[in-house]
């Protein structure tokens, strides 16, 4: 079956780096995906990852190692607003419709 | 703009009234999904739909019914809701099923079952 693993919360202050991790199970993997999700609100696209290595998007960046089967969001600068839920989501080829299979998101709180 | 819509955005309801929430996308995606988001269990896909009149289970879809008639619209059905299905829940939308497209999410409808 698929597993993600995400910590349920963490905290930093502003200005600081934060990384945040997902390991994941999954027979079929084709891609990684991670969301920001403010409270409330739909979740909105950061990354996606389907190589080995960094991408790098302004202050956000996703690494992926897929022998490893672990991924980490890091987040640069932080600011206030960055307070919000983050979602690893894994694409499975053998999942029904090659559905998205979501953690259960870490929820980071900023504060100054 | 190019957009997931839904409505209603907040529902009250009771135990048995049959409901339907939409969910519209101006996008011309081929694939649609329904999802719920509860405390602590993340987002569970309901169902989805590869194209028009092509949908299918997700991993939670008892009590829930959809159709998919036309292209760029997706109703999610509850025949008889109960207290269990009370939820947030989210429409999504990506140009094909796989790949690298990420999927585009509706603002969500906030459901309460008395």
């Known amino acids: 079956g698929q597993n993600i693993d995400q910590p349920t919360e963490m905290t930093a202050t502003e200005g600081a780096i934060v990384q945040i991790n997902c390991t994941y199970q999954t027979s079929g993997f084709n891609g990684l995906f991670w969301y920001q999700q403010h409270a409330g609100e739909a979740p909105t696209f950061l990354s996606y990852?389907?190589?080995?290595g960094l991408e790098e998007k302004g202050r956000f960046s996703s690494f992926l190692s897929r022998s490893k089967g672990y991924s980490y969001l890091l987040l640069k600068e932080l600011q206030m607003k960055d307070s919000a839920s983050y979602l690893c989501?894994?694409?499975?080829?053998?999942?029904?419709?090659?559905?998205?299979?979501f953690g259960k998101g870490t929820t980071l709180s900023v504060s100054s | 703009e190019a957009q997931v819509t839904q409505n209603p955005r907040y529902l009250i309801t009771v135990t048995g009234k049959k409901l339907t929430v939409t969910c519209s996308q101006n996008?011309?995606?081929?694939?649609m999904s329904w999802y719920r988001q509860d405390p602590g269990l993340g987002l569970r896909q309901i169902y989805y739909s590869m194209n028009v009149e092509v949908t299918d289970k997700g991993d939670v879809p008892e009590g829930y019914k959809v159709s998919r008639k036309e292209k760029r619209n997706f109703p999610l059905i509850l025949e008889s809701p109960s207290p269990n299905q009370t939820s947030l829940y989210f429409c999504a939308s990506s140009p094909r099923a796989g790949g690298r497209e990420t999927q585009y999410f509706g603002p969500g409808t906030r459901l309460l079952v008395l």
């Open positions: 996008m011309n995606h081929e694939y």
């Open positions: 990852n389907v190589l080995d």
């Open positions: 989501a894994v694409r499975d080829r053998n999942q029904a419709g090659t559905a998205l299979i």
